[in-house]
């Protein structure tokens, strides 16, 4: 599972807070404490006032770097901004993101294509987010008409196909999971990526249904996600759940997170 650690994101109260003030440490401490627990990127999205983004970005993506080697996702609805941030990263990270909506996969993969960046696409169109499965699906074929257009390698996306809110969805997330079973049938090396906590928003108890919806997708196809790795139990959940499917050989994985899982064993 590829780990995109979601925690320096001003959508997160605290963590508005901290870029409001400019607190370098807050920023800091959230990137060692994911690196920590071993993501593969980590998302910036500063979520500020758009002549104040790119300038925040800088500061967030200089923050982190002073701290960790990790690869930065960055991260905004505006693509152009994610296409300047690239240019304060040190090393090839996660372009968050495109879509077919506008200019924006045309902006973002022209951006990427000569490079070794990866990138996160979302399935929605100028049309706004597909209620079917079929419709999704047919934005995804445009994207990877798009992709192939500019050379981009399916193993290079991340293909978002827009996890929803549980409570007002009028099928539950079966749709979702026909969605990722069908990319990973046409495209076996592409990736299937989401925001694990969209689909408990206004639940009680989130944390378990987080969890349940991570088993469901990562058994459809889901191979990387965006969440919080500081989550004792979704990280031990998500080992759990590699070994269960064979793809952790004599669950060494398994074993070494909880020997070493984040300030103790990962709670299993």
């Keep these: 599972m590829i780990i995109i650690g979601e925690k320096i994101n001003g959508a997160i109260p605290a963590t508005a807070k901290a870029i409001a003030e400019r607190d370098a440490e807050f920023i800091k401490n959230l990137a060692r404490i994911q690196t920590a627990a071993g993501v593969d990127f980590i998302d910036v999205c500063a979520s500020v006032e ?8 800088k500061w967030l993506i200089d923050i982190v770097q ?53 990138c996160v696409a979302l399935l929605n169109s100028d049309k706004g987010i597909p209620k079917t499965a079929k419709d999704r699906l047919d934005v995804f074929a445009d994207t990877m008409a798009k992709a ?6 399916a193993s290079r996306l991340h293909i978002d196909p827009l996890v929803e809110m549980l ?17 990973k049938a046409q495209y076996p090396t592409i990736h299937v990526t989401g925001a694990i906590s969209n689909c408990s928003f206004n639940l009680p108890a989130r944390k378990t249904v987080n969890m349940g919806f991570t088993v469901m997708a990562m058994m459809a196809g889901l191979d990387s996600g965006i969440l919080d790795p500081t989550d004792r139990d979704l990280m031990g959940i998500i080992f759990a759940t590699e070994a269960l499917m064979g793809d952790d050989e004599y669950c060494v994985e398994y074993i070494r997170a909880y020997r070493q899982g984040i300030h103790g064993p990962i709670k299993i």
């Design 50 to 57: 758009n002549d104040v983004e790119l300038e925040t970005m």
């Design 66 to 118: 002073e701290v960790t080697d990790t690869p930065i996702a960055v991260d905004s609805p505006n693509v152009q901004t994610c296409v300047e941030a690239m240019k304060f990263c040190k090393c090839p990270g996660l372009f968050n993101s495109v879509s077919m909506e506008g200019n924006k996969a045309d902006v973002g993969f022209a951006a990427i294509a000569d490079t070794a960046w990866e």
């Design 148 to 153: 192939k257009a500019y050379g981009i390698a």
């Design 167 to 183: 409570c007002t969805s009028e099928d539950g997330v079966s749709m979702v999971m026909d969605v990722i079973r069908a990319i």
